[in-house]
């Protein structure tokens, strides 16, 4: 069928098809931002302010932003080399390895710190072998840092490994024929060529232990706020938070502002660096 009247058709048909997707796609990212403004104007400017003059809360802001740094940190050094693996290489067991690092994105969290909570107990052998080395996790920053890194690394691997499989061979291959060694290829090619992917791995585990709840009441119970709920140095913000809603919503909703805030300033700033074209980025990779 064919002539001016199916041409119409079409049109029509694609039209409406441009309009379905507009409408769902604005429909989707009102619900991403809306909520954000509606915490805003819950809190007001009390609820705004109080978070900036609260101690409590500036001191679990800061708790949470050192243990983050720590447990990303420890991530990338861990997860990037196993990001590697999976991507590079294929042995026995691969496709069980490869589950083994979804799991923490699928286990609710919650059950997350029930089950550290009974491998890192004192009481328990691993408990009692952390504390002899000086590392102490129940109720400590080592919790904290654990639980992070627990709900957050597999993100590390998996955008890492997506990165690495991206690295074109060719260019790999011509670095090698240059009289590039294994070592010097993977530095100057491989590394940077996948540093977006790296990167993006690494925001989502920092946006994904800062957000943690549940796991954090569970393994840190003495990390729990109470009167007069200014908290001890060891209180991450959402801990904080959760505590605090009970008392005073308004003041729990702007410090939860001052959160988001926090977390889309370092996200932002990110991608101004990634723009800029800084050699530290690296030239391509990534999902």
């Known amino acids: 069928m064919s002539g001016p009247g199916s041409r119409r058709l079409l049109d029509r048909t694609a039209l409406a098809g441009r309009t379905l997707a507009a409408v769902l796609s604005a429909s989707l990212l009102g619900l991403f931002v809306l909520p954000l403004f509606a915490l805003v104007f819950y809190a007001g400017g009390g609820g705004l302010s ?5 101690g409590g809360f500036r001191t679990s802001l800061e708790f949470t932003l050192l243990a983050s740094g720590l447990a990303v940190a420890i991530g990338v050094g861990a997860g990037v080399p196993l990001g590697y693996v999976l991507a590079r290489y294929r042995f026995p067991g691969k496709s069980w ?8 994105v699928v286990v609710p969290h919650l059950v997350v710190g029930i089950a550290l909570l009974l491998l890192f107990a004192p009481t328990g052998p691993v408990g009692a072998f952390t504390a002899s080395l000086g590392i102490p996790v129940f109720d400590a920053i080592g919790g904290v840092v654990l639980v ?4 957050g690394s597999s993100y590390v691997v998996l955008s890492s490994a997506a990165a690495f499989r991206s690295v074109d061979p060719e260019v790999l291959e011509s670095a090698r024929s240059l009289g590039a060694g294994p070592g010097e290829a993977f530095a100057t090619v491989t590394l940077p060529s996948a540093a977006r992917g790296i990167l993006t791995g690494a925001l989502l585990m920092w946006a994904r232990g800062v957000s943690e709840v549940g796991a954090f009441l569970i393994l840190a119970a003495s990390v729990y706020p109470s009167p007069p709920w200014t908290g001890p140095v060891t ?3 959402s801990v904080w938070i959760f505590g605090y809603w009970q008392i005073n919503p308004a003041d729990a909703a702007g410090a939860s502002a001052v959160l988001v ?3 889309l300033v370092i996200f932002l700033g990110v991608r101004l660096l990634d723009r800029s074209g ?4 690296g030239g391509g990779g990534g999902p």
Do not use: N
């Not at 390895?97 to 923490?104: A, D, F, L, N, Q």
């Not at 800084?278 to 980025?281: E, G, Q, R, S």
């Open 50 to 54: 109080f978070a900036f003059r609260d």
């Open 97 to 104: 390895v490869e589950s083994i690092v979804t799991v923490p």
């Open 148 to 151: 992070m890194l627990y709900v």
């Open 235 to 237: 209180q991450p913000a």
């Open 261 to 263: 805030l926090v977390a």
């Open 278 to 281: 800084l050699d530290w980025i």
